[in-house]
């Protein structure tokens, strides 16, 4: 039994001299008793050596690991209140009472609608207001902005998107759709990637709608046309698949022809453009002459309404308006009957009289 007692005794003395060796602890109480070198953190303090290093006083304690001291005061390790009992029951359920106020109560804005989640299921939706739930994870609320208008663009960056017309023509179209969230549980839960499929959407109504129209029309005065029927077919297609948004609106940005061929067509809209400021000068011109043309013919209704009347003086009145419209424009000799002196040119004869005059000046 002695020596039972001794090969224990020797095991321990042996694990003893390592721990004391390596042990990044603190000077304390060996295990020999002499307090001479580090000792074991997690072993239980001696009360006294028997053989050795004989343990008395039974379980082991960590709160010396960072007591440091007695008393229960804090020394650099975890405070304690007073009586020795430690404060961490107290911390842990302010915390878990935090944590339920946090993930319990919400507030949603008048422009929000609030889905919860019930164990990631949908359980319901909350209007504006203050609302409680239950504590995460049991539930999870997520806010979703209703009446924040979103915008797709198609296509993205600079990339062409072509698109064949009803006269089997090519159009390139850069277009926007406009939408909002209607039904925020449908948005989030019926659809796997609902902007992906509005845009998809949007992409095949256009499609189907620039396919009723010619090329001269959709980069001309039908774009208006077109964007209400790609907006009204994408509404009925989304409500379809009970996707919970609404389209607000489509505009379309760009309707070019093909970059390969858009200086040719640029020409030919250039050319057509000149014949169609011939054809508007020439209807202007038409529509000039009829209205000269209307006018002397009411003029000559008029006279003929006057002749009439008194043919004698008519006839008369318009020899002397004719023969005055045209000798005005003329030179004219007027000679008299016999008898009577004839018409004396004055002026003529004047200026034959000053020009020999004249010479004789730049002769001298």
């Known amino acids: 039994m002695d020596k039972k007692i001794s090969g224990q005794a020797a095991q321990k003395s042996f694990l003893g001299s390592i721990l004391n060796m390596a042990s990044p602890w603190g000077n304390g109480g060996g295990d020999d008793g002499k307090g001479g ?3 074991n953190p997690w072993g239980s303090p001696s ?10 006083g039974g379980a082991t304690s960590l709160e010396e690991l960072f007591k440091k001291g007695t ?3 804090f020394k650099g390790g975890i405070p304690t209140r007073p009586g020795g009992r430690p404060w961490w029951p107290i911390l842990l359920i302010g915390f878990i009472i935090l944590w339920v106020l946090l993930t319990s109560i919400h507030r949603v804005s008048p422009q929000e609608r609030g889905v919860v989640t019930l164990l990631g299921s949908y359980y319901s939706t909350l209007t504006p207001g203050l609302h409680f739930t239950a504590p995460a994870p049991i539930m999870s609320m997520a806010r ?3 009446e924040e208008i979103r915008t797709i663009d198609i296509p993205t960056g600079d990339s062409e998107k072509l698109i064949l017309t009803g006269d089997q023509n090519i159009v390139d179209l850069a277009y926007s759709v406009r939408w909002n969230i209607k039904a925020p549980e449908l948005f989030m839960f019926q659809l796997a990637e609902p902007e992906e499929t509005i845009k998809e959407v949007a992409e095949s109504s256009m499609r189907a709608a620039v396919a009723n129209f010619t090329l001269d029309d959709t980069i001309g005065s039908e774009r208006t ?3 209400q029927q790609v907006e009204v077919n994408m509404q009925e297609i989304l409500d379809t698949y009970k996707a919970g948004v609404v389209i607000r609106g489509i505009a379309i940005k760009k309707a070019d022809p093909p970059a390969a061929v858009n200086d040719a067509f640029k020409e030919v809209s250039a050319a057509q453009q000149t014949a169609q400021t011939y054809l508007n000068e020439a209807r202007a011109y038409a529509q000039q002459l009829t209205a000269q043309a209307q006018g002397e013919s009411a003029a000559f209704d008029k006279v003929y309404a006057e ?3 008194a043919p004698r003086v008519t006839r008369q009145r318009m020899y002397y308006e004719t023969m005055e419209r045209v000798l005005s424009q003329v030179d004219k000799t007027i ?9 004396l040119p004055l002026p003529e004869i004047r200026k034959r009289a000053q020009a020999p005059a004249a010479q004789i000046v730049e002769a001298k």
């Open 37 to 39: 070198g580090p000792r």
């Open 47 to 56: 009360a006294g050596s028997s053989g050795g290093g004989g343990r008395k």
């Open 71 to 73: 008393g229960g005061g």
């Open 144 to 146: 979703i902005d209703v």
């Open 225 to 227: 046309e077109i964007e």
């Open 307 to 309: 002749y009439r009347l």
């Open 335 to 343: 000679i008299e009957a016999d008898g009577v002196t004839p018409y």
